[in-house]
């Protein structure tokens, strides 16, 4: 097989896999059984196509492949449950009623069967870690080697958490259906923070050599789009699609020439994609037309969109609406107060009201024990410091902060910043 033809089958493959895993799990009822069926077929897309020839309709392809190996799957599995000698006169039959019912599956509306796939990969019974996991795999089509790569994890382990979170949704029985009323704000919720967690990952990586990987968060706002065209009249799901765009707007300039980081206010913003902005800036007003037109509070997404609007609104960093910017933070702390919202507070308050107002703020949540390894805590600290021009006392910051930080690119740039102010201080 020529590597020609191997992308071409990937590429078709992640265009259809949701949507054939969703109509399968819809007859099934068994997430994991209907990506044992979807993978056949591309077993034998990868056998066949590179002999005969790509299909003029390979998603159909795909389709009636995986239909016939689920027919032919339940066939056999009533087959085992009935007496042999009752089955001759029913076989024709059943076998016709049988792929009725698939394909009149697979043939509803694919919006619904792919809404229920999300809200079940994202189902609350599993864990935090294998509903990012199961979401890669059920709707991004990511292999669980490129799925381990992606978020620094042995291969094993990924396997392990794919394996264990299906056997978890079938064990608990877990209805493959888009939930409704209470429980479908409560479920909502939890799909919107997997696929945050995903674009947050690749857009400032946790751990190793990168400080980001835009293929994840592009997976992420992929995903999210994919939502928002099916939950229209759901306002936090374009506040978060609002802002996973505007924040990728920004990956061309996040980054030096060598990979070294660059931070918001020192970017080059020529180099933001206005396209992006466009877009996020869009989505962010439907988010607070629905929210206005429901008669519900701006949600945490709609909040930080609007947050990420002031900067990509500013030409310069210093045209930054930072009166606005504190205000949004002080409304987002209403409705999601954490330590972590209260230092970004701070870093907005410093740049309205001066340094000195800043670390005011800094030092009265430092005791916080959930931002005891948070390193970002020192770095914003030492940052006041520094402009306070207590050099010493910002220098031993930078250094806590770097000795915290997990990624290597910001653990260079912190110790960078730690030696800036040493050289200050002598």
């Not at 913003?269 to 007003?285: K, P």
């Not at 309205?352 to 805590?377: C, F, Q, R, T, W």
Request: charge should be negative; glycine fraction near 6%; aromatic fraction near 4%.
């Amino acid at each position: 097989m020529t590597a020609d033809i191997r992308r071409e089958i990937e590429a078709v493959w992640r265009i259809e896999a949701p949507r054939l895993i969703a109509g399968l799990a819809r007859v099934v009822r068994d997430v994991g059984l209907a990506e044992e069926f979807a993978q056949d077929a591309l077993v034998a897309a990868l056998e066949r196509w590179p002999q005969d020839g790509t299909p003029d309709r390979p998603g159909a392809w795909l389709m009636a492949t995986a239909r016939n190996r689920a027919i032919d799957r339940i066939r056999r599995d009533r087959l085992a449950e009935r007496k042999h000698e009752e089955l001759g006169r029913e076989l024709d039959e059943e076998h016709a009623a049988t792929v009725a019912e698939i394909e009149a599956a697979l043939d509803d509306d694919v919006g619904d069967n792919l809404l229920s796939l999300i809200f079940t990969a994202c189902h609350p019974v599993l864990t935090t870690e294998a509903r990012v996991a199961l979401t890669l795999r059920l709707l991004g089509g990511l292999t669980t080697a490129e799925i381990a790569r992606a978020f620094l994890v042995p291969e094993p382990t990924i396997g392990q958490r794919i394996s264990r979170a299906k056997r978890t949704l079938a064990e608990a029985n877990v209805p493959f259906e888009v939930p409704r009323g209470v429980e479908r704000a409560e479920r909502l919720s939890s799909v919107l923070a997997v696929i945050y967690l995903v674009f947050n990952e690749g857009y400032s990586a946790t751990a190793g050599e990168d400080w980001i990987r835009p293929p994840l968060s592009e997976e992420a706002l992929r995903l999210g789009r994919i939502l928002a065209g099916l939950a229209p009249q759901e306002p936090e799901v374009h506040g978060l699609v609002s802002l996973m765009e505007i924040q990728a707007s920004r990956f061309a300039a996040r980054v030096g020439p060598s990979g070294e980081p660059v931070l918001l206010l020192d970017q080059d913003r020529s180099r933001w994609d206005q396209l992006l902005i466009r877009r996020g800036l869009a989505a962010l007003e439907r988010a607070e037309a629905l929210s206005k037109e429901i008669g519900v509070p701006r949600g945490p997404y709609t909040l930080q969109a609007a947050l990420a609007a002031c900067h990509a609104r500013a030409r310069t960093a210093a045209e930054t609406d930072w009166a606005r910017i504190v205000g949004l933070y002080g409304a987002l702390a209403e409705i999601s107060p954490s330590p972590v919202v209260e230092l970004n507070r701070a870093v907005a308050l410093g740049m309205l009201m001066g340094p000195a107002a800043g670390l005011e703020i800094v030092d009265a949540i430092a005791g916080e024990p959930s931002l005891k390894n948070y390193h970002l805590l020192p770095s914003v600290r030492a940052d006041f410091l520094r402009k306070l021009e207590r050099f010493e006392e910002a220098k031993a910051e930078f250094e806590r902060a770097a000795s915290l930080a997990q990624n290597a690119r910001e653990r260079t740039l912190l110790l960078d910043r730690a030696a800036a102010c040493a050289r200050r201080a002598g």
